[in-house]
T-cell receptor, first 111, second 110 residues
Framework: DSGVTQTPKHLITATGQRVTLRCSPR?????VYWYQQSLDQGLQFLIQ???????AKGNILERFSAQQFPDLHSELNLSSLELGDSALYFC??????????FGSGTRLTVV | TQLLEQSPQFLSIQEGENLTVYCNSS?????LQWYRQEPGEGPVLLVT?????EVKKLKRLTFQFGDARKDSSLHITAAQPGDTGLYLC??????????FGTGTRLQVFP
């Protein structure tokens, strides 16, 4: 158990819809990183939050947004969904010696 | 844009064989990690290397960080079916944001 919790595990939705993915980082960890993994693009960094503030942004579409709440859980909001948004979405916490511990991901299927 | 290239992309071997996976970049890493990922799960951290020339061993896995901190290798001795998975290298370039490599998919047959 990585200590990083993601819900839901699976999500199936139609094009044009909006979904929210949730992540609870390891206890006491202030950072949350969001990644998207698709078959043709590999693991792509989306966005990082640290103690409620956005710290770094990667290849995140304007249709996507995220936030981190005072209790440190984070939500990734995906709107106007397209077929190409189908992917695994992971969040991660950092570990003291370097590197990340990942949640088990949310598999999003857009139909 | 920092890129991490891994080779080979796919590797299919018999149990007991040795293999090496490579991770290369044109940029200098401040640190590098190796992860293993199984289908439907998140990547699991195997090792972090920080110092150029560093070698770390984890049972049958040997990780090496290049002297110039631009490349790394993962060597598996006497591979077993349980080693099957997607191996990913990932590097930090100044910030703590990780950039992931393209991945090596390993299949070990009994």
């Amino acid at each position: 158990d990585s200590g990083v919790t993601q819900t839901p595990k699976h999500l199936i939705t139609a094009t044009g819809q909006r979904v929210t993915l949730r992540c609870s980082p390891r206890s006491g960890d202030l950072s949350v990183y969001w990644y998207q993994q698709s078959l043709d693009q590999g693991l792509q960094f989306l966005i990082q939050y640290y103690n409620g503030e956005e710290r770094a942004k990667g290849n995140i579409l304007e249709r996507f947004s995220a936030q981190q709440f005072p209790d440190l859980h984070s939500e990734l909001n995906l709107s106007s969904l397209e077929l190409g948004d189908s992917a695994l979405y992971f969040c991660a916490s950092s570990v003291p010696m370097g590197g990340y511990t990942f949640g088990s991901g949310t598999r999003l299927t857009v139909v | 844009t920092q890129l991490l290239e891994q080779s080979p992309q796919f590797l299919s071997i018999q149990e007991g064989e040795n293999l090496t996976v490579y991770c290369n970049s044109s940029s200098v890493f401040s640190s590098l990690q190796w992860y293993r990922q199984e289908p439907g799960e998140g990547p699991v951290l195997l090792v972090t290397v920080v110092t150029g020339g560093e070698v770390k061993k984890l049972k049958r896995l040997t990780f090496q960080f290049g002297d110039a901190r631009k490349d790394s290798s993962l060597h598996i001795t006497a591979a077993q079916p349980g080693d099957t998975g997607l191996y990913l290298c990932a590097g930090n370039f100044i910030t703590d944001k990780l950039i992931f490599g393209t991945g090596t998919r390993l299949q070990v047959f009994p």
